[in-house]
């Protein structure tokens, strides 16, 4: 039977277990995130945190287990419904285009979000009247500067922030990054570390990240996968100090 959420809430899976020819991939993952927070998947490599990102945003169905956003039992859901309920993951809507500039990036998102997304032959009048919006977007994630540029020829970080910024012009009232620092220097983290936490101002955020400092800086609870299974869960004070995760992430940079 289906918990009741309680009303700080946004996300809750029950039991949430993934298994592929038998072997358990994801096993029992109860998860709880709160409404306005910054919360955190991490585990060393094969933990899980992956294959969590898919069942919630409904890429694989569940073995077993159930998931509620906003109390609504989603589990059996299609990738397009629950993006359409407000949960909407970094890459699974927001890959750029890479000969188009950022501002016709965003505007595509944006028609999207109006539902003509395909409609190649608007009019230019009609397109246009997206511009406003797309470049409002491009300044909340400090990329107004890089409007007129072709994604292609983008810095590798500020195309995170453009993902950022498609992702945006959906209204995702939970939003999911995956490894959003993956990759970068050191310049870059700390921009896209600064970005997360203003575009988390009126919104929620689940993240996958391996910098623990990053995780460290942003985030207000962590949820520690090992093999599929829930190993830990707290604060970074807490979470840091449990012989468990420290066992855990052994030959993982810390």
């Not at 809507?93 to 500039?101: D, E, N, P, Q, R």
């Not at 209204?171 to 220097?185: R, V």
């Not at 800086?217 to 520690?224: A, F, I, P, R, W």
Request: proline fraction near 3%; glycine fraction near 8%; aromatic fraction near 6%.
């Amino acid at each position: 039977m289906l918990k009741t959420l309680p009303d700080d809430t946004i996300l809750q899976t029950q039991g949430l277990t993934k298994e592929f020819l038998g072997f358990a991939a994801v096993s029992n993952v109860n998860l709880q995130v709160k409404r306005g927070s910054i919360h955190a998947l991490i585990g060393p490599n094969g933990a899980g945190k992956t294959t969590v990102f898919n069942l919630l945003t409904k890429f694989i169905q569940p073995t077993q287990g159930h998931i509620q956003f906003n109390g609504i039992d989603i589990t059996r859901e299609s990738s397009v419904q629950v993006a359409r309920r407000g949960m909407v993951r970094s890459f699974q809507i927001s890959a750029t285009f890479g000969h188009l500039t950022a501002l016709e990036n965003v505007r595509v998102a944006l028609q999207r979000k109006r539902g003509d997304s395909f409609n190649f032959w608007s009019s230019v009048r009609r397109l246009d009247a997206l511009n406003d919006r797309a470049m409002a977007l491009l300044e909340e994630v400090d990329l107004r500067s890089f409007a007129d540029t072709v994604a292609i020829e983008m810095p590798y970080g500020r195309k995170r922030a453009l993902e950022i910024a498609t992702t945006l012009a959906l209204d995702p009232e939970l939003m999911l990054l995956d490894e959003p620092t993956q990759g970068m220097g050191h310049e870059d983290v700390g921009r896209v570390v600064e970005l997360i936490r203003k575009v988390s101002a009126n919104r929620t955020i689940l993240m996958v990240e391996h910098n623990l400092s990053v995780v460290e800086s942003l985030c207000d609870t962590l949820t520690v996968l090992q093999r599929g299974s829930v190993l830990a869960e707290g604060n970074y004070a807490t979470v840091s100090k449990d012989p468990r995760v420290l066992e855990a992430y052994v030959g993982v940079e810390a």
